[in-house]
């Protein structure tokens, strides 16, 4: 059994930087996906990057440029770095991984990150 729990989040002003970690619990084997997903209040869940244990990464077109998805795997975590942030980076974040040969997903609960002044 794996968990994921979440931290780093908080208020910040527009232009602010803010760094959540994932640290997972557990044991797995086989190829992975890591990420990290973002939900408004009144809008889906949506991604916002991934990080596959091949090294690919993929980011949402809104957070280009802006955030950086890393790891440590002697840890067990991935963070996210979140510079230049916006008002409608507003959300709560939640932490996932993909286990490929299990087919298994797991969540973390989920922090708050607000931008406003």
């Known amino acids: 059994q794996v968990q994921l729990v979440e931290s780093g989040g908080g208020l910040v002003q527009p232009g602010g930087s803010l760094r959540l970690s994932c640290a997972a619990s557990g044991s797995w084997f086989g190829s992975y996906v890591m990420g990290w997903y973002r939900q408004a209040p009144g809008t889906q869940r949506d991604l916002v990057a991934t990080?596959?244990?091949?090294?690919?990464?993929v980011y949402a077109d809104s957070v280009k440029g802006r955030f950086t998805i890393s790891r440590d795997n002697t840890k067990n975590t991935w963070d996210l770095q979140m510079n230049n942030l916006k008002p409608e980076d507003t959300a709560v974040y939640y932490c996932h991984l993909h286990l490929d040969f299990q087919n298994l997903s797991y969540w973390g609960r989920g922090t708050q990150v607000a931008v406003s002044s």
């Open positions: 990080l596959t244990s091949f090294g690919r990464i």
